[in-house]
Every structure is written in structure tokens, then in C-alpha cells.
């Protein structure tokens, strides 16, 4: 009987990891003209997207910033980077910096503002590899608490963009993001950020060394 535990056992862990979509990395073709699409989402994200409130599917326009603060109990969807990442048994705890998104996307690549509202945190089921520091993250959940300056979001779906499938555009409302981390931006300095076929470097020069976040990002 002892050989059938283990499979059962093995898909009961499985069956609790938090739902989650990572976009491929494929090569970024470069064509003539660039064209602005609405946001689609994967296929088992739909039906958490269809769970938002419409006015919480715009999360920061040009002309409006969007607040992290007075959304408990609210069901968010939030787009951010994961800046940290800390474990406690099967359950991982992501610092994001939330990123602004007014509903609309480059065609050929995910597009966030490179301006946002401020830190939060993510609970999620997963394993510290299956989220890459400094990746892009759409996170799906309810805001359960809000004491402090970094809500917490317990997620029940996250979408995740490794490096080469995200870009940021300079167009963004006010921003209100962490100093700590504006501060890596060293792309900033020019005020153009924006990048329709990033690379490798481009990363490194508007979000900071990866090797220095995630599970390795020291307290302050």
C-alpha cells in the first residue's frame, strides 16, 4: 500500500500550489510599425480576471494614480515586480512594487508604467524558484489586511513575465513608488525608459541586478 501513497501524496501538494501562468520567453521580432492592443488574458486567468470589479481593472492612468490603501476585503488584481521573496513552510511571501496599467499593452509585449502606487504583498503556494526575482507578476486575490504601508494580498492566481516579455512605458500618473527601488533606475536619469525590443541589459539598468532581490534581498 505504501506505493500508493506517495503518487497520492505527490498530487495533493501538487493540487495545492497557487494557479499560476509564466509567459514564454520567445524572440522578440522587430516589425515596421508598433500597435497598442487591450489586455488578453491566459487561458485559466480568465476566469479570475471575470472576479474584478470593473473599476479595479484600470489599476493607474495618465491622469489618475491608483492607491494601494482602503482596499481590504477587495478583490484586486495587481501588476508589480517581485522585488523579495521570503518562505515560511509551503507558503511564500512576495514584496512586489506595484506598477500602474491602464488596461492597454504593446502588441508584441506585456506593458506596465514604469511609475506605481507604492509595495505590497503577495501570500502565495509555490516553490521560491517558480517566481524569478525581479520578474513581472500579475497578482489575483483579496486584500486581507493593510495594517503598516504594504497591504497583503492573498493570492489565489498569479501570472508571471520573466525578463524579455515585459517592457515599461514613461506615460504613468504621479508616481508614489518605494524610493528604495527607484533608486536602481539608472535609465531614469535620461527620461526615456521606454523600450519596444528590450534586452538583457535593458533589465539590469531599470530594475537593478537580480541577484541582489528575491530570496537574497537584504532588510533595509
Same mark, same amino acid.
Given at each position: 500500500m505504501r506505493w500508493i501513497a506517495i503518487p497520492l501524496?505527490?498530487?495533493?501538494?501538487? &493540487? &495545492?500550489?497557487?494557479?499560476?501562468?509564466?509567459?514564454?520567453?520567445?524572440p522578440l521580432v522587430r516589425g515596421n510599425s508598433l500597435g497598442t492592443c487591450g489586455y488578453r488574458p491566459a487561458a485559466q486567468e480568465a476566469s479570475y480576471l471575470k472576479?474584478?470589479?470593473?473599476?479595479?481593472?484600470?489599476?493607474?492612468?495618465?491622469?489618475?494614480?491608483?492607491?494601494?490603501?482602503?482596499?481590504?476585503g477587495k478583490y484586486v488584481s495587481w501588476f508589480g515586480v517581485v522585488r523579495g521573496i521570503s518562505a515560511a513552510g509551503s507558503k511564500l511571501s512576495l514584496l512586489v512594487e506595484q506598477k500602474y496599467f491602464d488596461g492597454m499593452t504593446d502588441c508584441h509585449i506585456m506593458l506596465v508604467s514604469?511609475?506605481?502606487?507604492?509595495d505590497f504583498r503577495a501570500t502565495i503556494e509555490a516553490?521560491?524558484?517558480?517566481?524569478?526575482?525581479?520578474?513581472?507578476?500579475?497578482?489575483?486575490?483579496?486584500?486581507?489586511?493593510?495594517?503598516?504601508?504594504?497591504?497583503q494580498v492573498a493570492a489565489d492566481y498569479i501570472r508571471?513575465?520573466?525578463?524579455?516579455?515585459?517592457?515599461?512605458t514613461d506615460l504613468g500618473a504621479e508616481d508614489r513608488s518605494n524610493p528604495r527601488w527607484v533608486k536602481y533606475c539608472s535609465l531614469c536619469k535620461s527620461g526615456r525608459v521606454y523600450r519596444p525590443y528590450p534586452d538583457e &541589459?535593458?533589465?539590469?539598468?531599470?530594475?537593478?541586478?537580480?541577484?541582489?532581490?528575491?530570496?537574497?534581498?537584504k532588510p533595509q
Open positions: 501524496l505527490a498530487a495533493w501538494v501538487a &493540487a &495545492a500550489e497557487t494557479p499560476m501562468d509564466v509567459q514564454p520567453v520567445k472576479k474584478v470589479a470593473p473599476d479595479e481593472q484600470v489599476t493607474g492612468s495618465f491622469l489618475q494614480p491608483y492607491t494601494l490603501r482602503g482596499k481590504k514604469r511609475s506605481g502606487g507604492g516553490a521560491p524558484e517558480q517566481v524569478p526575482a525581479l520578474a513581472l507578476v500579475r497578482v489575483y486575490g483579496t486584500v486581507t489586511d493593510e495594517t503598516g504601508q504594504v497591504p508571471v513575465w520573466p525578463w524579455l516579455t515585459f517592457t515599461f &541589459a535593458y533589465y539590469f539598468q531599470v530594475l537593478g541586478d537580480p541577484g541582489d532581490f528575491g530570496t537574497r534581498l
